[in-house]
């Protein structure tokens, strides 16, 4: 580095030419130095934000589980939903909370557990399978509002009331002669 030396050289920070002393200068003066040198603070300062975002972000879940009171935000990260969703179960009293302050509400990580244990899993009901089509064994509606005088939206009604089974075919509608009798007959 030497004081003889004279370069025209353009300012990082205000993109300005300036004649600079040395070739390491890169900033026409002390001002333009400084507010190079905040910028570069702030930055620093997003990025350990950002880190810290990413952190909390990715916070294994196993972390969570080993607490006993947890925050809205451990919750919905534990249970894998919405903050939202969190927030509804309290409010609805599903799921028991003590508010601190307007800013912090806890939840026991046992009051989360119990929220399963309660919650009675009910096996979903066996469908029986329809027996096999059998054009001979069925009516089409058309007949059926024709052979017991009933009204097609009654006819509708009857077959999702009574789950009989339905069988289309092309345009037409079949429905078993069995289950139709026993409802509808004997024709007087
Ligand atoms: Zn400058």
Do not use: W
Request: glycine share 2%; with cysteine; charged share 30%.
């Amino acid at each position: 580095m030497s004081s003889n030396i004279r370069i025209q050289r353009i300012c990082q920070q205000c993109g300005q030419e300036f004649t600079a002393r040395t070739t390491v200068t890169q900033y026409c003066g002390d001002n333009c130095a400084k507010r190079a040198y905040k910028a570069r603070k702030k930055a620093s300062k997003v990025e350990a934000s950002n880190r810290e975002t990413d952190r909390m972000r990715n916070k294994p879940v196993e972390e969570i589980k080993a607490k006993e009171f947890l925050t809205i935000r451990d919750t919905a990260l534990l249970i894998n939903c919405s903050r939202q969703t969190v927030y509804n179960l309290i409010k609805s009293n599903v799921l028991p909370a003590v508010q601190l302050s307007d800013r912090k509400t806890i939840v026991k990580r046992s009051d989360i557990d119990k929220l399963f244990q309660l919650t009675p899993t009910t096996p979903i009901p066996e469908q029986p399978t329809p027996p096999p089509f059998d054009q001979e064994a069925c009516y089409t509606l058309k007949q059926v509002q024709q052979r017991y005088r009933i009204s097609e939206k009654a006819l509708y009604e009857l077959i999702r009331r009574q789950s009989i089974p339905q069988y289309r075919r092309g345009i037409h509608v079949f429905v078993p002669k069995k289950e139709i009798d026993v409802l509808l007959g004997p024709i007087l």
